[in-house]
C-alpha cells in the first residue's frame, strides 16, 4: 500500500509521579519513587484527519547516563532536556511524510544537536523512541489498524533506509509475517536487594502482592528469570548459589538470563565468574538453564574488545551499548549474538534489529543472532503495553517485566482511568479495589488486546490528571 502522509501539529508533555513499594538496585543507584514521562502527539494527515498518539516511559536515574560525576537527579534532568529538545525539533514545520520519513529525519537531527552537547546516544535514543512511538500511536488510531497490521501493511512507509547495510534486503516482504501473539512469558527480574525467602521479608507492604521470590515463583509459577549481577565475583557467586537453591525446587525446567550491567571491567574479570559457575557442582542447573548474559562489560568497551572464546562458552547480548541504530552490528562482529528489545530505545531500530537476526540466521542455516524482550521499569497503562507490543512484534517469546511488582498499580491514575483500562485490556489486567493488577497466569501474560486500534492500547491515557512535564521535579530515589 501507499503509506499515508502526516504532519506533526503539536506536542504536550506531561509526568506522574511512581512510588515504589520496594526499593530496587537499579545499577548503580536504589529506587524508592521516580517520575513516567508521557507524550502526546497530535498529527494531521494528507486528507485532513486529526489524531492524537501517545508513548510513556520511566525516567530512570543513572540508567542511559551512568557517568559517575552526575548524580541520579542530574541524569533524569538530562532525560527531562532530551525530550524537550526533541519536542522543539518536531515541532520545526517539516511539512507532511510519511511516519518512517519523520522517524528518520528527527532521528538523525536530535542525535546531532544533543551529541553537540555532549549527551549520550542512549539519552537521545530515548526522546526519539518517545516521537516515533507516539506518530505510529496516532496514525494507528486514525487508520482504525493495530500496530502489527500497521507495520504488515506498509502503512508506516517504512523501506529499505530500515537496514541501510543490506540494500537488497526485501523489507516489505519480511514484514508482511508480523503477527499478535496471545501470550509472552514473563521473565522475572531478581534485583540485588530482593529477598529470596519468605523468612527474609521484613515489615514489607500489606497489600496482598508477593515480596520475596519465593512467593512470586508460588503465586504465579514464573518460569523464566533475570538474575541481576554486581561485578563483584564472590558475592555474585554467593548470590546465584542461594537463588539457585530456591528454583532447583522447581519441578518444570526454568530459563535464566544473568545482567551484568556493565558492571564487570574486561572480559577476564567475565572468564572468572563463569570458571567459578561451571566448576561449582551446586550451580550446574542453574548453569545449563543460562539463555545469555546481558551486558557485562560497560558500553563503550563492547566495540574495542572482543569476547573472543567466552562467546563459544555462553551468548551475549547487548543492551546500554545499543545507543545507535547500527550498534548490533557492530557488537556481532565482536562476537556478541543477542540484542536487546526495549521500546525505549527506539521503535524502527527494533524492527531493523528483528529483521537483522532473521536474515544472519537465513544466512547461516541457524540461529546465531536473537532479540529479546529487556525493560523492567515499565508501568501498567501506555508504557508496559507499547513494550509488549514490540516485543511481540520482534518475535520474542518471553519479556522481562517487573515494574508491576516494584510500584504495584497504575499509579498516578484516576480512578475512571484505571476501569477503563482494566475494563479494554482485561486478559492483562484484573482490578483489585481501585488497583490495577497484572494478570500473570503459570508464569505467562496474555496480550491479546494489544492487537487493537493503536500502538498496544486500545485507549488514551487521562492527561488532565497529569502534570506537565518540567525540569526540577521532585526526587527521584
Excluded at 574479570?269 to 542453574?286: H, N, S, T, V
Aim: hydrophobic share 45%; charged share 25%.
Amino acid at each position: 500500500m501507499t503509506a499515508p502522509e502526516i504532519r506533526i501539529r503539536s506536542i504536550e508533555l506531561f509526568e506522574r509521579p511512581v512510588r515504589f513499594r520496594l526499593p530496587f538496585r537499579f545499577g548503580a543507584v536504589t529506587l524508592t519513587q521516580a517520575r513516567q514521562a508521557f507524550l502526546r502527539i497530535e498529527i494531521e494527515t494528507g486528507d485532513g484527519g486529526r489524531a492524537i498518539g501517545v508513548s510513556a516511559d520511566l525516567l530512570a536515574p543513572k540508567w542511559f547516563d551512568k557517568r559517575p560525576e552526575l548524580s541520579p537527579e542530574e541524569t533524569v534532568e538530562e532525560l527531562v532536556g532530551a525530550l524537550l529538545s526533541a519536542r522543539e525539533e518536531a515541532l520545526a514545520d517539516r511539512g507532511f511524510a510519511t511516519v518512517f520519513d519523520h522517524a528518520l529525519a528527527l532521528g538523525g537531527a536530535i542525535r546531532e544537536t544533543l551529541a553537540a552537547r555532549g549527551i549520550p546516544g542512549l539519552v537521545a535514543a530515548f526522546a526519539i523512541a518517545q516521537l516515533e512511538r507516539a506518530m505510529v500511536d496516532a496514525l494507528c488510531r486514525h487508520a482504525g489498524k493495530s500496530v502489527f497490521e500497521a507495520v504488515s501493511s506498509g502503512l508506516l512507509g517504512i523501506d529499505g533506509r530500515l537496514l541501510p547495510e543490506r540494500p537488497q534486503a526485501e523489507i516489505g516482504g519480511a514484514l508482511e509475517g508480523v503477527a499478535p501473539r496471545r501470550f509472552l512469558w514473563l521473565r522475572h527480574t531478581v534485583g540485588l536487594l530482593d529477598p529470596l525467602r519468605e523468612e527474609e521479608v521484613e515489615d514489607g507492604p500489606r497489600d496482598g502482592l508477593p515480596v520475596s521470590l519465593e512467593a512470586v515463583v508460588t503465586r504465579h509459577a514464573i518460569r523464566f528469570f533475570k538474575l541481576k549481577l554486581g561485578g563483584d565475583l564472590e558475592a555474585d557467586h554467593a548470590r546465584l548459589g542461594d537463588i539457585a537453591r530456591l528454583l532447583d525446587r522447581l519441578v518444570e525446567p526454568y530459563h535464566v538470563t544473568l545482567d551484568g550491567n556493565e558492571q564487570y571491567a574486561d572480559p577476564a574479570a567475565l572468564a572468572r565468574l563463569l570458571d567459578r559457575i561451571e566448576a561449582d557442582r551446586r550451580l550446574e542447573r542453574l548453569r545449563n538453564s543460562i539463555l545469555y548474559i546481558e551486558q557485562p562489560l560497560p558500553r563503550a568497551m563492547t566495540f574495542e574488545v572482543d569476547l573472543g572464546p567466552l562467546a563459544e562458552r555462553v551468548s551475549f547480548l547487548i543492551d546500554e551499548a545499543d545507543d545507535r541504530p547500527d550498534s548490533f552490528p557492530r557488537a556481532r562482529e565482536r562476537g556478541y549474538r543477542g540484542v536487546s528489545v526495549k521500546a525505549c530505545k527506539g521503535f524502527f531500530t527494533a524492527l531493523a534489529n528483528r529483521l537483522r537476526c532473521e536474515l544472519a540466521n537465513a544466512d547461516a542455516g541457524r540461529t546465531v543472532a536473537f532479540p529479546s524482550s529487556e525493560d523492567l521499569t515499565t508501568q501498567p497503562g501506555v508504557a508496559l503495553q507499547q513494550d509488549l507490543a514490540l516485543a511481540a512484534l520482534c518475535g520474542c517469546v518471553h519479556s522481562e517485566k517487573n515494574g508491576h511488582h516494584f510500584a504495584g498499580g497504575m499509579q498516578g491514575a484516576t480512578a475512571a482511568e484505571t476501569r477503563a483500562f482494566a475494563e479494554a485490556h482485561g486478559d492483562l489486567y484484573r482490578l483489585e479495589g481501585d488497583a490495577l493488577r497484572l494478570v500473570i497466569e503459570t508464569g505467562r501474560l496474555r496480550i491479546g488486546s494489544l492487537a487493537c486500534p493503536g500502538y498496544g492500547a486500545a485507549l488514551l491515557p487521562d492527561f488532565g490528571a497529569m502534570r506537565p512535564l518540567a525540569r526540577g521535579g521532585e526526587a527521584h530515589g
